[in-house]
């Protein structure tokens, strides 16, 4: 499924965060959002689920307005798993991935055996089938972020949006999850995705879209975008890409020296 950002503004109590968005993420396409803190990346991506009405210019799913949608149709269409989940105390990690099946299932619908197999296979590829059992609120950060992506996978979203899916998780978890991701997107889920991380954003995105100063300042493959000058700009911190044998590259910052 396409996801068309157009000409999008984007404010809170009549102050714009961002301006002018426009950007095309196509079907299995994964488009990693990148920026410095409070650029606005979150706010684009509830911009793009529908939470969040733009005050111009819309979003679309294929062709269809997302405002124009109930909320039931967009989840049958696209998941997000945003930072801050709340959940009942007393939920269960298999019960929450359930959750992900509602908006499949009819009024007074139970579980079938069908969503019964989506639910257990979404918690094997997040690896939280050890979980299952356990009460959501007695879980780490990093657990409960996989069981937050198993329920969004519980969905069977065409569409799925992460933010910051990989700030809990330790290196094993960073690479299973965003190797999961991008094996999705292989098979067709169109994924945009905020990352922190410019390292995993170079490695595992199609394209990466840079937002700083109210804007998307460019999209493009992660060589093209991730360049020492616009990261330096975005960031403002001095940065070094450091070419890797292999080819790719590896971005740090540079410490200032000491004294100076
Ligand atoms: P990012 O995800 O890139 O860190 P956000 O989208 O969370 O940035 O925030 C963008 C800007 O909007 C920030 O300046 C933030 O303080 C502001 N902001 C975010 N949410 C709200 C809100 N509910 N009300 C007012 N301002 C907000």
């Known amino acids: 499924m396409n996801v068309r950002i157009d000409e999008v503004e984007l404010r809170y109590n009549g102050t714009p965060v961002l301006r002018d ?33 733009p005050s111009h210019g819309a979003v679309y799913l294929d062709h269809e307005p997302v405002a124009s949608l109930a ?22 990690v298999w019960e929450a991935v359930s959750l992900g099946r ?6 007074f619908e139970v579980l079938g055996e069908r969503d019964r197999a989506i639910v257990m296979a979404a918690l094997e590829r997040t690896e939280a089938t050890v979980l299952a059992e356990r009460r959501v609120t007695t879980l780490s950060s990093g657990e409960r972020q996989r069981v937050w992506l198993a329920m969004a996978l519980a969905q069977e979203p065409r569409v799925l949006l992460l933010d910051e899916p990989t700030s809990h998780l330790d290196i094993h978890f960073q690479m299973t999850i965003l190797e999961l991701v991008k094996s999705l997107a292989a098979g067709g889920l169109t994924v945009i995705a905020s990352l922190h991380d410019l390292n995993l954003a170079a490695e595992f995105a199609d394209r990466v879209a840079l937002i700083a100063e109210h804007r998307l ?12 000058e ?7 911190t001095r ?22």
Do not use: D, M, W
């Open 21 to 53: 968005v426009t950007l095309e993420v196509r079907t299995g396409e994964l488009v990693a959002l990148v920026g410095p803190n409070g650029a606005g990346k979150t706010t684009l991506l509830r911009a793009i689920s529908g939470l969040l009405a």
């Open 71 to 92: 909320p039931r149709a967009v989840a049958t269409r696209l998941a997000s798993v945003e930072q801050a989940i709340r959940c009942p105390e007393e939920l269960r």
């Open 102 to 107: 509602l908006p499949h299932l009819g009024r």
């Open 217 to 228: 300042v460019g999209c493009g493959t992660p060589a093209e975008i991730l360049t020492e």
């Open 230 to 236: 616009r990261l330096e700009r975005a960031y403002r």
């Open 239 to 260: 940065v070094e890409r450091v070419p890797l044998a292999g080819g790719g590259f590896l971005i740090r910052p540079r410490p200032s020296r000491a004294g100076g």
